[in-house]
């Protein structure tokens, strides 16, 4: 059997990591943001968002998501260029990327399965989640890894599940894929025919039908649950 994780919510505290950098990026720049603390990132985090989704969406490209989160931002003060708006995002990523941090149940589910095929399915682009894997110490644990930006196909499209379990040389009945959202992770790669968990941290309403977990330390009970219905 084939284990496929999500990186961003599910392996690396992508919530946490960006907090920090958008408090830091406020602070730079206080006389532009002057909203509390919860306010700023709130916007930052719907801003973000929106346009992230236009990329996974093709409408923009990587570096292009960014400048358009920053030039909205600044909108009511002032009009960025590309080239302001690069160098200002510049100063977030900075931040971004030394805020990085594994959840505290990744080391030891990774290594309760370091004899399993372990592979990662994620969106985003290539270069960067790559680059998270590589500086939390993680990359090793996986044979296979599908970025959304290697192939511009995006959860929850079937397609990028496909392309990994053919990747992996497995078929998608042969591979367990588990991440944090509801609607991308879980029932996107149930429709792919991958058997999901869904990684439910925040404590939402269960669904039915849905195997969830709400923390990787449950994943090898959950997996032999399966194995026994198998």
């Known amino acids: 059997m084939m284990i496929f994780f999500d990186v961003d919510g599910t392996l690396v505290d992508?919530?946490?990591?960006?907090?920090?950098?958008?408090?830091?990026?406020?602070?730079?720049?206080?006389?532009?943001?002057?909203?509390?603390?919860?306010?700023?990132?709130n916007r930052w985090q719907t801003v973000a968002e929106k346009h992230v989704r236009r990329y996974l969406a093709r409408e923009l490209s990587f570096q292009g998501q960014r400048r358009a989160r920053l030039q909205e931002l600044f909108s009511h003060h002032t009009a960025l260029s590309d080239s302001e708006a690069d160098e200002m995002f510049h100063k977030y990523l900075r931040q971004y990327e030394e805020s990085w941090r594994l959840y505290p149940d990744v080391m030891p589910c990774l290594n309760t399965f370091s004899r399993q095929k372990l592979g990662i399915i994620s969106n985003g682009d290539s270069k960067q989640q790559r680059q998270k894997l590589e500086t939390l110490?993680?990359?090793?644990?996986?044979?296979?890894?599908?970025?959304?930006?290697?192939?511009?196909?995006?959860?929850?499209?079937?397609?990028?599940?496909?392309?990994?379990?053919?990747?992996a040389g497995c078929s998608p009945n042969e591979c367990l894929f588990i991440g944090n959202d509801l609607d991308i992770d879980a029932k996107g790669s149930i429709s792919a025919?991958?058997?999901?968990?869904?990684?439910?941290?925040?404590?939402?309403?269960?669904?039915?039908?849905?195997?969830?977990?709400?923390?990787?330390?449950?994943?090898?009970?959950?997996?032999?649950?399966?194995?026994?219905?198998?």
Not at 139 to 166: E, M, R, W
Not at 198 to 227: M, V
């Open 137 to 167: 110490g993680i990359a090793q644990y996986f044979s296979t890894v599908v970025v959304s930006g290697d192939i511009g196909i995006a959860k929850p499209d079937p397609l990028i599940f496909h392309a990994a379990c053919k990747a």
């Open 14 to 41: 992508h919530k946490s990591a960006e907090r920090e950098a958008a408090l830091a990026f406020q602070k730079e720049y206080r006389e532009v943001f002057p909203e509390t603390p919860d306010g700023f990132v």
């Open 193 to 230: 025919g991958l058997r999901g968990i869904w990684l439910n941290r925040d404590g939402h309403k269960q669904q039915e039908g849905i195997p969830a977990i709400s923390s990787l330390e449950e994943l090898k009970e959950i997996i032999e649950l399966h194995n026994h219905r198998g």
